[in-house]
């Protein structure tokens, strides 16, 4: 199983980013996907998470409304669209796959990784 983040890179405060993560040896459209974060000395922490279909998001009180899920299940990827920036926001970013397809917001429930990919807003 492999699990390909891309889309991190610098921006301002105020601008936006899109994620992807390409899967790959799973059965994807059978699988919840999550997104997580961690940013310098910190833990790692949920994000926003989307159920096998899609029909059901989740997301992290500190995202919300500006963050946006999403998964193509026709090309194995899953997608977080980014809008109105923070510096808070800068962490590296990581795609995770888990087996019971509903989503879910604990980290200890996803079995498979992706590298992480490096968001960096300025202020």
């Known amino acids: 199983v492999q699990l390909q983040a891309s889309g991190g890179g610098l921006v301002q405060a105020g601008g936006s980013l899109r994620l992807s993560c390409a899967a790959s040896?799973?059965?994807?459209?059978?699988?919840?996907m999550g997104w997580f974060r961690q940013a310098p000395g910190k833990e790692r922490e949920f994000v926003a998470a989307i159920n096998w279909s899609g029909g059901r998001t989740y997301y992290s009180d500190s995202v919300k409304g500006r963050f946006t899920i999403s998964r193509d299940n026709a090309k194995s990827t899953v997608y977080l669209q980014m809008n109105s920036l923070k510096p808070e926001d800068t962490a590296v970013y990581y795609c995770a796959a888990e087996g019971t397809g509903w989503g879910v917001k604990s980290p200890n429930q996803y079995h498979y990784w992706g590298q992480g990919t490096l968001v960096t807003v300025s202020s």
């Open positions: 040896g799973l059965i994807f459209s059978t699988y919840g």
